[in-house]
Nanobody
Framework: QVELVESGGGLVQPGGSLRLSCAAS????????MGWYRQAPGKERELVAA???????NYADSVKGRFTISRDNAKNTMDLQMNSLKSEDTAVYYC?????????????????WGQGTQVTVSS
């Protein structure tokens, strides 16, 4: 199993910055792609940014140029630096990981989610 723990959420004024972190732990063979998703009240969960195991990032159009995703494969961590925050960035942010585990002589590849961290952008 894989456990993902997010940290770094909070309240920030418009134009401000926050840095989210996600740490993966547990018994896994590898962490493949990782990503940040968010869900605002009354809306569906959406992809914010993703990063491959090789470090190639991908961003939603709404955050390009403002957010930067990064990861440290040695520490099994992923960060999201969020700058120039807007009120529409307010949401619960979730860490996601595509991980490979080993059990009973077989590999299993599954999606795992963190518990979420609240980001509120408001004056």
């Amino acid at each position: 199993q894989v456990e993902l723990v997010e940290s770094g959420g909070g309240l920030v004024q418009p134009g401000g910055s926050l840095r989210l972190s996600c740490a993966a732990s547990g018994r896994f063979v590898s962490i493949n792609a990782m990503g940040w998703y968010r869900q605002a009240p009354g809306k569906e969960r959406e992809l914010v940014a993703a990063i491959t195991s090789g470090g190639s990032p991908n961003y939603a159009d709404s955050v390009k140029g403002r957010f930067t995703i990064s990861r440290d494969n040695a520490k099994n961590t992923m960060d999201l630096q969020m700058n120039s925050l807007k009120s529409e960035d307010t949401a619960v942010y979730y860490c996601n990981a595509d991980a490979t585990t080993w059990y009973g002589g077989r590999h299993y590849r599954s999606d795992y989610w963190g518990q979420g961290t609240q980001v509120t952008v408001s004056s």
